[in-house]
C-alpha cells in the first residue's frame, strides 16, 4: 500500500522569506500523481500544486514551487516570499488508483 | 457557481443516534469520497463511490453508511456503532476515476458527540 510521510509537524517562516516543506512516499508504481493541499484556518481544503510523475519538470504556480525527486520518492514544497495568508495546515497527498492517500500535515506558522 | 456543499456546518449528536451528513456537488463528477479527520491526523477515507448506485469501503468504514442513489448526491450517516464519532468530516469528488485523482473538497461537518 501506499504511504505518504510528513516529517514536520510545524515549520515557522517570517513574511517575505522562503519555506520548504517535505513529503516522501512509498510506491511501486511508474505513473502516479501528487498533489500539494492547503487547510486554512476555516478548514477549507486548497489545492495548492500538482506534480505529474512522468514530467522531470517541477511544477509551479506563482509563489509556490515543488521539488520533485522521483528516485528518492520526494516531493517538497516550496513557498517563496510567504504572506501571512499562508499560515495553515499543509498536506501532501499521493494519487493512487481511485483515491488519495494523505500525509498527516505540517502546520506553517507565519510572523510579521 | 460549480462546487461542493455539506450540510449543517456544525452537528451535535447524543450518543445512541444516528445522524446523517449531507453532501452535494453540482460539478457532474463520477467519484465521490468521504474522510474524517481528528486533530494531529490527516485525512482518512471513509468511503467512495466511482458510480451511481455503487460504492466501496475506504480506510476506516466500521460504524458508518453511505448511499449514492443519485450523480450529485452521496449523504454519509455516522451510525451508533461507530464509537468515537467526534470529528470533522469533509466530502470531496473527482471526475477521474483512474490514477489522476484531483479532488475538490467540500467546507466540511464538524460533529460533536454529547
Known amino acids: 500500500a501506499q504511504t505518504v510521510t510528513q516529517s514536520q509537524p510545524e515549520m515557522s517562516v517570517q513574511e517575505a522569506e522562503t519555506v520548504t516543506l517535505s513529503c516522501t512516499y512509498d510506491t511501486s508504481e511508474s505513473d502516479y500523481y501528487l498533489f500539494w493541499y492547503k487547510q486554512p484556518p476555516s478548514r477549507q481544503m486548497i489545492l495548492v500544486i500538482r506534480?505529474?510523475?512522468?514530467?522531470?519538470q517541477n511544477a509551479t504556480e506563482n509563489r509556490f514551487s515543488v521539488n520533485f525527486q522521483k528516485a528518492a520518492k520526494s516531493f517538497s514544497l516550496k513557498i517563496s516570499d510567504s504572506q501571512l495568508g499562508d499560515a495553515a495546515m499543509y498536506f501532501c497527498?499521493?494519487?493512487?488508483?481511485?483515491?488519495?492517500?494523505f500525509g498527516t500535515g505540517t502546520r506553517l506558522l507565519v510572523s510579521p | 457557481d460549480g462546487g461542493i456543499t455539506q450540510s449543517p456546518k456544525y452537528l451535535f449528536r447524543k450518543e445512541g443516534q444516528n445522524v446523517t451528513l449531507s453532501c452535494e456537488q453540482n460539478?457532474?463528477?463520477?467519484?465521490m469520497y468521504w474522510y474524517r479527520q481528528d486533530p494531529g491526523q490527516g485525512l482518512r477515507l471513509i468511503y467512495y463511490?466511482?458510480?451511481?448506485?455503487?460504492?466501496q469501503k475506504g480506510d476506516i468504514a466500521e460504524g458508518y453508511s453511505v448511499s449514492r442513489e443519485k450523480k450529485e448526491s452521496f449523504p454519509l450517516t455516522v451510525t451508533s456503532a461507530q464509537k468515537n464519532p467526534t470529528a470533522f468530516y469533509l466530502c470531496a469528488s473527482s471526475s477521474d476515476r483512474g490514477s489522476y485523482n484531483e479532488q475538490f473538497f467540500g467546507p466540511g461537518t464538524r460533529l460533536t458527540v454529547l
Open positions: 506534480q505529474e510523475a512522468y514530467k522531470q
Open positions: 463511490s466511482q458510480i451511481v448506485n455503487d460504492f
Open positions: 460539478l457532474n463528477h463520477d467519484a
Open positions: 497527498a499521493y494519487s493512487g488508483f481511485q483515491k488519495l492517500v
